[in-house]
Nanobody
Framework: QVQLVETGGGSVQPGESLSLSCTVSGYNGYYMGWFRQAPGKEREGVAALHRGSGATFYSDSVKGRFTVSRASAKNTLYLQMHSLKPEDTAMYYC???????????????????WGQGTQVSVSS
């Protein structure tokens, strides 16, 4: 049974940083990602990582500010977020793919398993 558990969300001011963690159990695949969903908006992919090659992908909205990484020994996926903006406010989800990305690492329909989410709020 695959379980993904996100932690690390919270409330910060614009310009500050926050780190999210996703503890992974029961999943031995390579394709993982971080998504977010703001109220009234579609869930969007912000970062993805191939656990084998280490290749990473980012949406234009977070490129240069967010970093996705993994700790293999701890079976954990991280998302480091810097220079946070109010528009980064959303529920953030960790996700894992069973069948691979099909060349679209940030597309939500390529992911099979989802965590319960952790809230990130950015406001002054």
């Amino acid at each position: 049974q695959v379980q993904l558990v996100e932690t690390g969300g919270g409330s910060v001011q614009p310009g500050e940083s926050l780190s999210l963690s996703c503890t992974v159990s029961g999943y031995n695949g390579y394709y993982m990602g971080w998504f977010r969903q703001a109220p009234g908006k579609e869930r969007e992919g912000v970062a993805a990582l191939h656990r084998g090659s280490g290749a990473t992908f980012y949406s234009d909205s977070v490129k240069g500010r967010f970093t996705v990484s993994r700790a293999s020994a701890k079976n954990t996926l991280y998302l480091q977020m810097h220079s946070l903006k109010p528009e980064d406010t959303a529920m953030y989800y960790c996700a894992a793919s069973l069948g691979g990305w099909r060349n679209r690492p940030l597309a939500k329909d390529g992911y099979t398993y989802w965590g319960q989410g952790t809230q990130v709020s950015v406001s002054s």
